[in-house]
């Protein structure tokens, strides 16, 4: 307990005869000072269980029972009461082992009987302010350490403010990469709209107008209505395509431990026709188990695998070469650095393609090469990718012209934002 500015000051005074208590009261009643009398140590003691708001004690040594020394020791095992000052008053004058035993038990001063009324009044005063400034400068150091927790939680929810700040910014500079993204992908469709999906539409209907006009023999009416027939497969193949692209949405359900071995075994006998039309060899490594979606992935090594057939060498059978390596991510990726990845890779002998256009051969629609060269919507690899982002993973691939190309699909070995 703080004493307030306008606080009385109370001082205890403890002494076994009531004479001396009654001479010490009235000599300090012309200070205006509040005595509090105790007949003993004991007595001191049970008051102070209740009043610890006193600036100073005055404490005779010799007493019975308990004598001076042994209560100050008793009063200042409490710790709301260790810092009132005790001056000792006693008859030994000036005797060494009386000084040393009073200032062990913590005594800031000693006073001699007789006691000098005005010697008395003076300590008294001396201690009393010393007492009060004490607590003053207490009263500030705890204000003070109030103050520093307040600042210290304000710096701490400034900086818990200025992280949430760059989270936002961070999480906003995402959405617009997002955006930019799907800006660019709608841009693409509304091209495939204008451009790609409406060359069809000019064969069907120019052959159709022949077919109407009844121009040519009937072996050219067979062609016109093959032509037909062609355009319209090309047309329905870009329409699933962009439908496949789009509808691609996954939750953590989807992911399941899977074999990829049995998953690219399935992708290989879907293609099982092509593959024996163009007598390509697959070879497959052992092949690991993890968490994947195992109806995206098998898609991958569909679309993968497919690639390979397709570009390959005229009049050389096509050999692809599906193995896997436990080892970090080829490249830059967000998340935890020290994740490894299970890394496959599809290597195939064809016709490879430029390094250059390694970032183009992702991008929905892209094509390297001609329609008339090569059938494809150039949707597949971009699929690929799409999927792979989904599996918090990547595709990547390295090639040189005419010396075949090796995609990789890198899977985290354990997806953390998964589980």
């Not at 012309?30 to 009043?51: C, H, N, P």
């Not at 003076?122 to 400068?137: N, R």
């Not at 650095?337 to 890779?345: F, M, S």
Request: charged share 25%; net charge negative; hydrophobic share 40%.
């Amino acid at each position: 307990m703080r004493l307030q500015e306008n606080d009385p000051i109370k001082i205890l005074v403890v002494d076994d005869r009531p004479d001396n208590l009654l001479s010490i009261s009235t000599i300090l009643e012309r200070e205006s000072y509040v005595t509090v009398k105790a007949s003993s140590g004991r007595a001191a003691l049970k008051i102070l269980l209740t009043e610890y708001d006193f600036s100073l004690i005055l404490m005779d040594v010799q007493m019975p029972d308990m004598n001076g020394f042994e209560t100050a020791s008793l009063i200042y095992q409490r710790d709301r009461l260790k810092n009132i000052p005790i001056i000792f008053i006693t008859a030994y004058s000036h005797e060494e082992e009386t000084m040393f035993k009073g200032y062990k038990v913590g005594a800031v001063d000693f006073i001699y009987k007789p006691v000098n009324p005005e010697l008395l009044r003076m300590k008294v005063g001396v201690f009393v302010e010393l007492y009060q400034k004490t607590q003053s400068l207490i009263a500030q150091e705890q204000k003070l350490l109030s103050i520093n927790a307040s600042l210290q939680k304000e710096i701490e929810e400034r900086e818990a403010s200025e992280q949430r700040v760059r989270e936002l910014n961070r999480q906003l500079m995402q959405n617009n990469q997002r955006l930019k993204a799907a800006n660019e992908e709608l841009d693409r469709f509304a091209y495939i709209a204008s451009h790609d999906l409406q060359e069809p539409l000019r064969k069907i209907r120019m052959f159709s107008d022949l077919i109407v006009q009844k121009k040519g023999t009937a072996g050219e009416m067979d062609k016109h209505v093959q032509k037909i027939t062609n355009a319209t497969e090309r047309m329905q193949q870009l329409i699933s395509d962009l439908l496949r692209f789009s509808r691609h949405s996954v939750s953590k359900g989807d992911f399941v431990h899977t074999d990829l071995s049995a998953v690219i075994r399935e992708a290989i006998k879907e293609l099982e026709l092509k593959i024996q039309h163009v007598d390509a060899r697959i070879t497959i490594d052992e092949m690991p188990s993890t968490l994947v979606i195992p109806t995206l992935i098998q898609q991958v090594f569909h679309n993968l695998i497919a690639n390979a057939i397709k570009f390959c060498k005229k009049g050389i059978p096509p050999e692809v070469h599906i193995y896997a390596r436990h080892e970090a991510p080829l490249v830059p990726h967000n998340g935890n650095a020290e994740q490894l990845y299970y890394n496959i890779y599809v290597k195939d002998n064809g016709i490879g393609f430029e390094a250059k256009y390694l970032d183009d051969i992702f991008i929905p629609f892209k094509r390297l090469h001609s329609y008339h060269e090569i059938e494809g919507s150039g949707i597949g690899l971009s699929i690929c990718k799409k999927i792979m982002e989904q599996h918090n993973g990547f595709i990547t691939a390295t090639s040189v012209l005419n010396d075949g190309a090796t995609f990789i699909i890198g899977i985290p070995e354990k997806q953390v934002s998964l589980l």
